[in-house]
């Protein structure tokens, strides 16, 4: 977790660089994504995910994740998260000196082998092997192990998925070792009422502690709703994309993340202080616009811009 | 209301047919207005604002009102809601047969005199005039009044509004003999926090079943959180428009009512029953883009489509 984010009411993950380009069939040069972390860890976002340790023959697009942490370690007070779908990735993320590494777990069956190749006991078993890599290092400087549970709120392949079965893989997984798991509603089928329903049993089943984070999309406009659910739940970390960027490329019709700007303005707005610039995140969203001229980004606030005398919440005195 | 709609959880009132074609340049002619009205009451829709009843030269657009209603009525469990700016207006509105007459009043005095040119102690009394005018009516069959404190969250011109001035307001316009009140996020500008603050400072004021809806906006993605909060204080009344059609033209910059499909998509979702067909309803959809093939219509659920495997929430056996 980023140093500085001590006092933050929110903690705004960014997974624009990761989720948004691997969705992009442009690939953005290293200088641009270079420029794009800089300038969002410098409008105060506290973490970004800056790429993914999967072969680069799959996704070309974050071939140079390795040389996007080594630079935005260097960044000051920013955590610096990765995702990798396998032990191999972890090995690299290890490397790489991330601070955080996610790995993608799909409550769906069907979804786990279209997405990874792999079964749910397969995951396990790596998943157990990741743990094993990880505490070989020295504790001083270990990164954080969340596994996310993709489709947690229903699959496009299988429709909607178990609840009971989201809360057994979510003990599974702590009781591997994970620092952390997740919910991930990788397809826009959730909504708030199961955003409620499954933080709490999760929470119920592995502690609060152990699940602080959501990761939301806005497929069918239901993102910011199912954010106010998760924030009543107590969960205080939130992933979003800048410019809405990203999907999932083996859901079909699931496309669009959270918008980062719209989810710091609702935050902001409500009094929650997110330590974020929404008028530099804008600009950083105009330079993105530039890089990748042919896409197209999602959002409210850019268009409509700030409310007239709008003031930012302001940080607790600690 | 609806006799239809006893067992709703929530009342979704569409306003599109008036908040969203007086935003349009476009004429809609009357019958394609009926055919939408008609299609989307069958779609399950218990309340619809046809239009207002303003001068055909400021507002052509809904310059056929009075016949709109008289169609309406005829459909069944329908309520038939209006628009009345003044007093003229609302004797038109008794005229015509509506079941319900709304009536907005700018919290921002600025705005007030953009809008309908006067003050707010003018307003106060031309609804004095208006409850007056209503109370002439044998009491079987005369309409609900209720006064719609737009601007309620900021105002475009002057910016944030007290919220010692929209309970205030609220206390005088429930004093002067309205039915109801309701809040106006006009502008965009309001936020779950502020949603709930406000309604339950004004349930206190004028108690809680003399505030029952609420009309609010996507202008800047936080449309369907604010439902949320509203929600959360007791409110099972909101007004949305088919497709995001409408804004305000006084209020630079405001457009986007929340979006119907999703609004109810959001609701049926979280087993919040609202007796309203939402492939229907996407069907009406199609119909108004056809007759207004120029205008832009919103929403997330028309590209998306519904999850495979969603079901609707079921009415609550009475």
Redesign the interface.
Same mark, same amino acid.
């Not at 229903?154 to 909607?160: D, H, K, M, R, V």
């Not at 806005?218 to 239901?222: A, K």
């Given at each position: 977790m980023a140093t500085g984010g001590a006092t933050r009411d929110v903690y705004v993950s960014e997974v624009g660089t990761r989720d948004g380009l691997q969705n992009v069939d442009t690939v953005m040069p290293t200088d641009a994504k270079k420029a794009w972390i800089a300038a969002e860890a410098a409008a105060g976002v506290p973490e970004i995910e800056v790429g993914s340790f999967v072969p680069a023959r799959l996704l070309p697009q974050l071939a140079d994740t390795a040389d996007l942490v080594s630079f935005a370690r260097a960044l000051p007070d920013l955590s610096v998260a990765v995702l990798a779908p396998n032990l191999h990735g972890v090995r690299a993320a290890l490397e790489s000196g991330a601070h955080r590494i996610s790995v993608p777990l799909s409550v769906s069956e069907t979804h786990s082998l279209a997405n990874v190749k792999k079964t749910h006991a397969e995951m396990f078993e790596e998943i157990a092997a990741m743990v094993a890599a990880i505490a070989e290092r020295p504790s001083q400087g270990r990164p954080a192990l969340e596994v996310s549970l993709s489709t947690a709120f229903?699959? /496009?392949?299988?429709?909607?998925v178990p609840e009971d079965r989201v809360v057994a893989m979510a003990e599974r997984v702590i009781e591997l070792g994970a620092d952390d798991v997740g919910l991930s509603d990788t /397809?826009?089928?959730g909504?708030?009422?199961?955003v409620r329903r499954l933080t709490r049993r999760v929470h119920a089943a592995v502690g609060a502690d152990r699940m602080t984070g959501i990761h939301l999309h806005? /497929?069918?406009?239901?993102g910011?709703?199912n954010?106010?659910?998760a924030l009543d739940e107590g969960l205080a970390t939130i992933d979003s994309s800048l410019g809405g960027l990203g999907g999932c490329p083996f859901a079909p019709?699931?496309s669009?993340n959270i918008?980062t700007e719209?989810l710091v303005?609702?935050l902001e707005?409500?009094?929650l202080y997110t330590g974020i610039d929404i008028e530099q995140l804008l600009a950083v969203r105009d330079g993105v616009q530039a890089a990748l001229p042919h896409e197209t980004l999602y959002?409210?606030?850019a268009d409509?811009?700030l409310?007239?005398?709008f003031e930012y919440a302001r940080a607790a005195l600690d």
């Open positions: 229903g699959c /496009t392949l299988e429709g909607p /397809t826009g089928y909504n708030p009422a199961q806005n /497929t069918r406009g239901q910011l709703a954010v106010m659910a019709g699931a669009g918008v719209d303005f609702l707005s409500m009094g959002g409210f606030v409509a811009g409310p007239k005398g």
